[in-house]
């Protein structure tokens, strides 16, 4: 079984972490994390300045339950779905959004010699 992690794009604070959707385990609502810097959005809406939570238990920001607690889980395309954050999901499978990582280094996959196109997840 493939590992998933959906990923919402990347960090607009540190310009090199996945935006990743973790599930709190106290309330049950969605925030958005980046991977790197620990950006923290309790929406879908990246857009806006993030907040940078306190370390190391990181509170949600709607309840202040910690989002690394057992009940807390990273969010699938399933879950998204369900609450209506499908529409802002840019990949849905970690091998992709390592491949997107490296092609934004300026980097190609082991033996690639052509970009990496996200959306197929190969070179052209």
């Not at 959707?21 to 806006?48: F, I, K, N, T």
């Not at 509170?59 to 395309?77: I, K, T, Y």
């Not at 934004?104 to 196109?117: A, Q, V």
């Amino acid at each position: 079984m493939k590992h998933e992690k959906t990923h919402l794009g990347i960090c607009s604070s540190c310009k090199t972490g996945p935006l990743l959707v973790r599930m709190c385990g106290g309330c049950g609502l969605p925030c958005v994390l980046c991977d790197e810097c620990d950006a923290m959005w309790g929406g879908p809406d990246v857009d806006v300045p993030p907040d940078f939570p306190d370390q190391p238990d990181v509170p949600c920001p709607h309840c202040g339950s910690s989002l690394w607690s057992e009940e807390s889980s990273w969010a699938g395309v399933e879950q998204l779905k369900e609450i209506g954050w499908d529409g802002a999901i840019v990949v849905e499978d970690a091998q992709a959004v390592e491949q997107i990582e490296e092609t934004d280094r300026g980097c190609l996959p082991d033996g690639e010699s052509t970009p990496i196109d996200p959306k197929k997840g190969e070179g052209n």
